[in-house]
């Protein structure tokens, strides 16, 4: 069933570890093309512990742009990174968009992710490779061959309506979702996962806790990024198998009336 969400504010969520070199052109993006746009914004940029100039340059783009900087003191790996940014982001807008801090992603697609959800067509919106219109740039071989291998493995094992791509970074969040995996959650993380492999167990929990997902196509600018790859294949492929197989006997957890927004942060503020 739609529903209609007011958006006033879209949290952008971005986790780095060592991104000194493509994280400056990312927030210049940003800057420039979120003024355009319907609705207000406030970055946060989640440093997991970069031994670079990751967090000194959060805060120089600070005065000029709404960034929020949020630091983990030693690395703790991708997982831990977008935990702490969604913890964060959906008590900041209405909306939380993660994009990998690396400039592959282009701040262009927000407007109409927010859109649908705006309009009440998904809970989760994902920029995916594998739709039409889709344009893939610069992506080395074992990494294309690694998203299809992904893809296929879950079309099969665990198939989410609507969805090609599960382990893209560009992705909007409704927050009330984001608020109902927090409440679901308690005390405990919200994923288990720190590698790469954390974006599809991110996307298993949301579709174990029935969020409606869709997706988009988008130019993903591999060839734009400057700094090194963090991605282990085979770590991520054994992984991914883990995470699946940890999710194998679950099943949908049935509909309920949902929690406003402000009900799901007061009760989250309550516990803390």
């Given at each position: 069933?739609?529903?209609p969400?007011?958006?006033?504010?879209?949290?952008?969520?971005?986790?780095?570890?060592?991104?000194?070199?493509?994280?400056?052109?990312?927030?210049?993006?940003?800057?420039?093309?979120?003024?355009?746009?319907?609705?207000?914004?406030?970055?946060?940029?989640?440093?997991?512990?970069s031994?670079?100039?990751?967090?000194?340059?959060?805060?120089?783009?600070?005065?000029?742009?709404?960034?929020?900087l949020?630091?983990?003191?030693?690395?703790?790996?991708?997982?831990?990174g977008?935990?702490?940014?969604?913890?964060?982001?959906?008590?900041?807008?209405?909306?939380?968009?993660?994009?990998?801090a690396?400039?592959?992603?282009?701040?262009?697609?927000?407007?109409?992710?927010?859109?649908?959800?705006?309009?009440?067509?998904?809970?989760?919106?994902?920029?995916s490779?594998?739709?039409?219109?889709?344009?893939?740039?610069?992506v080395?071989?074992?990494r294309?061959?690694?998203?299809?291998?992904?893809?296929?493995?879950?079309?099969?094992?665990?198939?989410?309506?609507?969805?090609?791509?599960?382990?893209?970074?560009?992705?909007?969040?409704?927050?009330?979702?984001?608020?109902?995996?927090?409440?679901?959650?308690?005390?405990?993380?919200?994923?288990?996962?720190?590698?790469?492999?954390?974006?599809?167990?991110?996307?298993?929990?949301?579709?174990?806790?029935?969020?409606?997902?869709?997706?988009?196509?988008?130019?993903?600018?591999?060839?734009?990024?400057?700094?090194?790859?963090?991605l282990r294949?085979?770590?991520?492929?054994?992984?991914?198998?883990?995470v699946i197989?940890?999710?194998?006997?679950?099943?949908?957890?049935?509909?309920?009336?949902?929690?406003?927004?402000?009900?799901?942060?007061a009760?989250?503020?309550?516990?803390?």
């Amino acid at each position: 069933m739609k529903t209609p969400t007011e958006i006033n504010q879209v949290a952008i969520v971005l986790p780095a570890y060592n991104e000194e070199q493509d994280l400056p052109k990312l927030l210049e993006s940003i800057r420039t093309k979120m003024v355009t746009m319907p609705f207000s914004y406030q970055v946060v940029v989640v440093d997991d512990g970069s031994k670079d100039r990751t967090a000194e340059i959060a805060r120089e783009f600070a005065s000029k742009m709404p960034v929020k900087l949020v630091q983990h003191g030693v690395n703790k790996g991708l997982g831990e990174g977008l935990q702490t940014g969604l913890r964060e982001g959906w008590l900041l807008g209405e909306v939380v968009v993660v994009m990998d801090a690396d400039n592959s992603h282009d701040p262009v697609y927000i407007q109409e992710m927010v859109k649908m959800i705006r309009e009440g067509d998904a809970d989760i919106v994902i920029a995916s490779r594998f739709q039409l219109g889709s344009v893939v740039q610069g992506v080395p071989f074992y990494r294309k061959v690694l998203s299809w291998g992904c893809c296929l493995m879950m079309k099969v094992l665990m198939p989410y309506r609507n969805v090609r791509d599960y382990s893209t970074g560009f992705r909007a969040y409704r927050s009330v979702t984001i608020g109902r995996l927090i409440h679901e959650s308690g005390n405990g993380p919200l994923i288990q996962e720190s590698s790469f492999a954390c974006m599809l167990e991110l996307l298993l929990r949301l579709r174990w806790l029935g969020a409606r997902a869709a997706e988009i196509p988008y130019t993903l600018r591999y060839d734009l990024k400057v700094g090194v790859s963090k991605l282990r294949i085979w770590r991520t492929i054994r992984r991914y198998f883990n995470v699946i197989g940890g999710y194998w006997a679950k099943e949908n957890l049935p509909q309920s009336n949902e929690p406003s927004l402000q009900e799901l942060r007061a009760q989250v503020r309550l516990r803390a």
